[in-house]
């Protein structure tokens, strides 16, 4: 069966859906996105990643495309249309479609709305997490608001490339002063000797993960000592434990670091854990997937 996207107000094969090449997510990378886990058919943290798209909206003075409440119905109908039960949703708002030019005028720029979704194995993440992953260091080369969740992401997509050239999982990006700020695709987080969790604190050096403010209430539901601070790669070599969070890695044990085993070189115990323990911090909305069929090209909103 072909997969179906929604863009712009239809649902479509994906195949066949296109986007005007005036659009300025494909002249300038100038709009913002989202990505949702879907588990046993329901939206994991909507709540959380709609809010997060409503700031990087406001950030960059982009309309919302149309109401939170309508892509939340777009959102269920491109998951139920796709028959995902385990998986991803994608949105992606760009400021719209108009004439090439570094200036825009927000009062007649249209925005564009593409949301897709696919299935994912999640089998497949668990074994990552039963091994470990490896990590190597960057320098932070990015703009300086990556706070802002943009679809700007050539950086991010070669530190991804010289990571799994390395046989690495994952890539941390190291700012001038030496310090961890966060993956290429999660934030990143160790134990130290003492017990300790750590993990940068939010300033306009990180994203704010929607994964990692979850494990932040999950350490403060369990008692947990942590702190939000900077550490460098040397410290995360010494720690006890590391790992990397992300919609869809959620709780990722790293047990080796540029090359160096980080403590026993198995996943830790309280990474571990974590992993086990995140659904019972996770918001889940109810269940939505169904079987039914649904004619393609039908059109839900005029906008």
Not at 19 to 42: L, N, P
Not at 107 to 118: G, I, K, N
Not at 163 to 181: I, P
Not at 194 to 214: A, E, K, N, P, S
Request: net charge positive; glycine share 6%.
């Amino acid at each position: 069966m072909s997969r179906i996207a929604y863009v712009n107000g239809l649902y479509m094969p994906t195949r066949s859906a296109v986007v005007q090449i005036d659009d300025r997510g494909y002249q300038f990378a100038d709009g913002v996105y989202e990505v949702c886990v879907v588990r046993d058919g329901r939206i994991i943290d909507e709540e959380r990643h709609l809010k997060r798209l409503e700031r990087s909206l406001g950030e960059l003075s982009i309309r919302w495309p149309v109401t939170p409440s309508a892509l939340a119905i777009v959102m269920r109908e491109v998951i139920q249309r796709n028959r995902v039960r385990d998986g991803t949703v994608y949105i992606q708002v760009t400021r719209g479609v108009g004439p090439r030019n570094h200036v825009f005028t927000p009062e007649t720029v249209r925005p564009s709305l593409v949301v897709t979704a696919r299935s994912v194995d999640w089998a497949v993440a668990d074994e990552s997490a039963a091994k470990g992953i490896a990590v190597i260091s960057t320098p932070d080369n990015r703009w300086e608001r990556v706070d802002i969740k943009t679809i700007s992401l050539l950086p991010n997509v070669l530190a991804k490339q010289k990571a799994k050239e390395a046989g690495a999982g994952e890539a941390w990006f190291v700012d001038s002063k030496g310090f961890v700020t966060e993956g290429a695709s999660s934030n990143a987080w160790i134990v130290t000797t003492d017990g300790v969790l750590v993990t940068r604190d939010v300033d306009r050096g990180i994203l704010r993960g929607v994964t990692r403010d979850v494990v932040l209430k999950m350490l403060e539901r369990e008692n947990l000592v942590f702190e939000e601070r900077r550490f460098t790669i040397a410290e995360a070599q010494s720690a006890r434990e590391a790992f990397i969070t992300s919609a869809g890695n959620l709780v990722m044990p790293v047990i080796k670091i540029d090359g160096r085993i980080v403590g026993s070189g198995m996943p830790g115990e309280l990474s571990l854990k974590l992993r086990q323990l995140f659904f019972t911090e996770a918001e889940a909305s109810p269940r939505i997937w169904r079987p039914k069929p649904i004619a393609h090209n039908s059109k839900l909103f005029d906008k």
